[in-house]
Each structure stands twice: as C-alpha cells, then as structure tokens.
T-cell receptor, first 114, second 115 residues
Framework: AQSVTQPDIHITVSEGASLELRCNYSYGATPYLFWYVQSPGQGLQLLLK??????LVQGIKGFEAEFKRSQSSFNLRKPSVHWSDAAEYFCAVAKSGGYQKVTFGTGTKLQVIP | KAGVTQTPRYLIKTRGQQVTLSCSPI?????VSWYQQTPGQGLQFLFE???????NKGNFPGRFSGRQFSNSRSEMNVSTLELGDSALYLC??????????????FGPGTRLTVL
C-alpha cells in the first residue's frame, strides 16, 4: 500500500528565508506526487504535481519540488518565504492512473515570523 | 468558471442521526472524490466516483456511502452518526478520463459536528 511521511509537524522560518519541506513516499511503481496547501478553514489548493518527465517541478506561488526516486523523496522548496505562505502543507501520492486513490501525509504547519 | 461547491458548509447533528452532504464539481468534471479530515487521522480518502461509478473506496465502515448523478454532482451519506464522525469533509473534482493527469480542485468543505 502507498504511504507518505512528512517528518516535520511544524516549521518556523523568517520572512525572506528559504524553505524546504520534506516528504518521503512509499510506493511500488512510479507514483503520482502532489503538494497541496491549506489555509485555516479552507479547502486544499494544488501547488504542484509530478507525473513523469523532468524531476524538478515548478508550481504556483514560486514553489518547486524535486522528485528523487533513489531517496523516495519529493521535497518542496521556496527560495524566499512571504508572510502569506503561512499555512499547512500536505504531500500526497497516488497510484499511476491519476486521482483514483490519493494518500496524504500528515501535513507540515508553516509559521512565518517577521 | 465556478469552483467546486459543497453544501451545507456547516452542519450539527446528534449521535445516531444520518446526514447527507452534497458536492457540485466544476462544470465538465466527471471525477469526484471525497475525503475526511480530522486532527487525529489527517486527510483520509473516502471514495471516488467517475461517470456515476464508484471506482475506489477507502477504509471506512459501511455507514459511509456515496453516489454520483448523471450531471456529475455527488452526495455522500453517513448513517448512524458517531462522535468520531465529526470532521471536515472535502470534495474534489477533476476533468478527464480514468487516467487523468489534470489538476484536482477541492471545495471548501463541509464542517460536520456530531454531538
């Protein structure tokens, strides 16, 4: 069965600093990988997705993620964090074939301090 | 184009009652998925429908059921509510075929509180 691990429950960064959120997955074949963001009281918004091809994926709001098969990782990065990035971030994996059954990680809460 | 809409946004029920939640996907989207989000269990997949057929189901008891109509609107039903069913229920839709790689869009959710 597929699974996702986000080892950091909570991260605090200063505004303007760089950010990296970690995600490790477990899946037997080539996975579909996603990063979502959720603001308090809101639904989820897709930041970026990886299905195949270039392992460095660009997303919205200046985020990027890199798929590393050898490490079973799909870490999310942003070079300079803005206060509006404070939210909860979820990594997710789905079996090849799209969105038929998506498994989410437990999330990482990002706090941004001035 | 309107986004995914969910009704109602908030709901309070008592134990033993049943509840029906509704989801209207983005126009043209044929796949609808449901998720339960709780502080303890996080985001868990409930089920996914495509063209009125349930293609996948998560590990939830039979009290949780759903259906999809010909216009792609979907409902989920929870019977004999338990306190542990209190959660944010999220619906998501995506266009395309069974192997869609399109973006999945989430609705704002329905906050269910069971007393």
């Amino acid at each position: 069965a597929q699974s996702v691990t986000q080892p950091d429950i909570h991260i605090t960064v200063s505004e303007g600093a760089s950010l990296e959120l970690r995600c490790n997955y477990s899946y037997g074949a080539t996975p579909y990988l996603f990063w979502y963001v959720q603001s308090p009281g809101q639904g989820l918004q897709l930041l970026l997705k990886y299905f195949s091809g270039d392992t460095l994926v660009q997303g919205i709001k200046g985020f990027e993620a890199e798929f590393k098969r050898s490490q079973s990782s799909f870490n999310l990065r942003k070079p300079s964090v803005h206060w509006s990035d404070a939210a909860e971030y979820f990594c997710a994996v789905a079996k090849s074939g799209g969105y038929q059954k998506v498994t989410f990680g437990t999330g990482t809460k990002l706090q941004v301090i001035p | 184009k309107a986004g995914v809409t969910q009704t109602p946004r908030y709901l309070i029920k008592t134990r033993g009652q049943q509840v029906t939640l509704s989801c209207s996907p983005i126009s043209g989207h044929r796949s609808v998925s449901w998720y339960q989000q709780t502080p303890g269990q996080g985001l868990q997949f409930l089920f996914e429908y495509f063209s009125e057929t349930q293609r996948n189901k998560g590990n939830f008891p039979g009290r949780f059921s759903g259906r999809q109509f010909s216009n792609s609107r979907s409902e989920m039903n929870v019977s004999t509510l338990e306190l542990g069913d209190s959660a944010l229920y999220l619906c998501a839709s995506v266009a395309g075929t069974a192997t869609s790689t399109d973006t999945q869009y989430f609705g704002p959710g329905t906050r269910l509180t069971v007393l």
